[in-house]
């Protein structure tokens, strides 16, 4: 940081995404602009109603009730249009692309039916048009798709890209409950958007694999004319009783298949084969797995939708938007150390054990391996006793609770020293993810 | 492409890698050059032996035995360090950094241990670094966690990075086999390294992770002296079937956990809980999980090696070597459209389909149902006629062997309109991911 460029930020709509944006690039500003290699300032943004209560940080002269004092600012860079719909948003789209601005977008529906028109402004005018956040939510699968496996053409895309859709299929099999109560309940957790048909009926999912079709292939298909398009309504328990008795699970998957010539682009509620890591994939999780010529299959999944995913995408596309502005793009190599950081040793480190040792078959040894874990202080979850090859010998197997990995280190070692066993106890641990 | 700068790239190494790279560079050179937005060339590539015989398109005249006549050529702007080691590669690598080149490196030890260097020399002198292909091959690991979740500080990045140990992993579980006989058949196919410690005492692994754990956090750990690494020799039988009693999985587990300011980086074998999609991702597959502040879960699983996916991961590396050295960087959004591709209709699309109807419960029903499927060139795979709950109905549920949409959707209409049936059929594809 030494003085340059401070970066602009705009925003359109302040709702749950706009505030979770605001939010992080609030908070975590001294990490963000780091990480960005740049400093930003949030200027502004363009809220429905100035005098509601918000839980951000944002006063009331950063507020505007106009668009376009936010899109025709010539001191904001950057434009997050995060009000959703298609006319307005496409039109202060464009006014904001004309001046060259950057615009960074979660707006499916507006690329989903303009995208062409979009992409040829930002080309015309040296905008520049950013939309993680469109797509998968907090999965960023467009800079996979493009950047990542650039050096792949993709004969098929598919995946989950509708987390209310695969919350409710994922609650009916798991309750046995039959659609339409879920499908109240999501409507009560306000997981079902006001236009319910943009997730029931599968248009959502159409909008974001019409996006990814474009990417991979150069071509836009219309939901409503170019593609098969069936949502989840209609889906009952018969369903998904047949669908575990043949070993798969019904998910509303979205795909772009390409074969020769001719691409499928298609939403519709599937049997998926339990051995695809795709039909594993539940609640308001998304997934997309593609399949590209070289690198072979790869498979992302994350949270699809909601607040602080979103927000997760969007502030990436910031970090990218602000990169293709900076004169001199921040090299790629700094990485932020945190001064406080300090490699953890064994004593700090806890976790469970998982421990199989040969030791003799005699009155007494249990106890023995007992007391000895007990004296540093572990204590045995499961034990099995099995039966070994080799006579006067027994597997013995336990599980323990949670223990440093020092005090495992040292009863590993005694019991190694010890008369009872053979050899070395072997150690699994167990791991908790998150 | 209006005959701008051609970007020359230069091979230190021609082994699995490095062909897999050149092959793919110059087979789709027409389309890479379309996506990358520049024409670029493979100037020269420095081989052990110039007599080889090679499965690529390459001239005497584009081979030389001396590294430092790539790494020296002031025409070449991007050096591709694919020849693994560590002294050497470091000094190479160095060298061209100096000279403000861009270095692409798949070659984790070297990164590894002397990566801090690396990056030093890179600042100081202009040049710049990228090793996509060091962590994960195939999955874009390394820009996902940089810039796709710039967003997020990580609490926890763990999962499976060593994909031989994956294969004797899974097939041991699979096959019931120990670990000698495996690991046997894994020599044998070439799926161990020369060195065999590397991947079966977790070297490998923890090189990777500690890579990513360096990203994330900006502290180097090192993996004989600042990590627990700990590889599967040792795992047998009885192991296996302890876990799959206790619904888990044995995998070699690659973590770096942070717990307040506290980082511990390890490599160990460990059992993963069923439910967890990272003990789901089998053979010789990779997967990297990350729990972002903001993002919260996300899973990432490809091909941990292998030619063709590491190709990929060098390929998206000299893509951003291209974008970085152009003066003006390619649209990001120039799509490379192909001009043969078209829509697909439904008369071309097919698969199988899963249909549920309600219908009379009467004789000859069934009769006519399948009458009606067969003329339209539906055979039938599966049946069940199960009870419904309405008195004179009963549920006919049935898949289909392949046929096309066009084709089932007038079969349905027929349903429909028959006699026999109650409302509409529904309908469910049978996904075929690959």
Known sequence: ????????????????????????????????????????????????????????????????????????????????????????????????????????????????????????????????????????????????????????????????????????????????????????????????????????????????????????????????????????????????????????????????RRTGNSLFVSVYPALLPMADVVANVNDVYNAVALSGDVVGRTVHIGRGAGQDATASAVIADIADAIKSLAVSAPCSLSVAKDSNLHLASLEEVSGEFYLRMEVKDEAGVLAQVASLLAGENISIELLQQKKHGVEGRVWLLLTTHECTEASINRACKKLEDSEIIFGKPFVLRIFKGL
């Not at 303009?114 to 998968?136: C, D, M, N, P, R």
């Not at 299929?169 to 659609?179: D, F, G, H």
């Open 1 to 256: 940081m030494d003085g340059k460029k401070i970066f602009r930020i705009g925003f359109i709509g302040m709702g749950t995404v706009g505030q979770g944006v605001w939010k992080h690039l609030w908070r975590d500003r001294d990490i963000m602009q780091r990480r960005f290699g740049a400093e930003y300032e949030l200027a502004k943004a363009c809220v429905r109603d100035i005098n509601k209560k918000r839980d951000i940080e944002i006063t009331r002269q950063q507020m505007t009730g106009d668009p376009y004092s936010v899109v025709n600012d010539p001191s904001i860079d950057i434009v997050c249009e995060l009000m959703g719909g298609t006319d307005k948003a496409l039109e202060l789209t464009l006014a904001a692309l004309k001046q060259g601005k950057v615009v960074v977008s979660a707006n499916k529906a507006v690329i989903c039916k303009h995208g062409a028109q979009i992409f040829e402004t930002a080309q015309k005018y040296g905008g520049k048009y950013f939309f993680e956040a469109s797509v998968a939510g907090g999965i960023p699968i467009i800079k996979v798709l493009r950047e990542g496996l650039v050096a792949n053409r993709f004969s098929l895309i598919y995946g989950i890209l509708n987390g209310t859709c695969n919350y409710i299929l994922t609650r009916m099999e798991r309750e046995n409950a039959p659609y339409e109560a879920i499908v109240e309940d999501a409507r009560r957790l306000g997981y079902v958007e006001a236009d319910e048909s943009l997730d029931l009926d599968g248009w959502d999912a159409a909008h974001k694999i019409s996006i990814l079709a474009y990417l991979a292939h150069g071509v836009w298909a219309n939901p409503e004319k170019d593609m098969l398009v069936s949502g989840i309504r209609g889906v009952k328990l018969e369903d998904m009783h047949w669908a575990s008795e043949n070993d798969a699970r019904i998910k509303l998957v979205a795909a772009a």
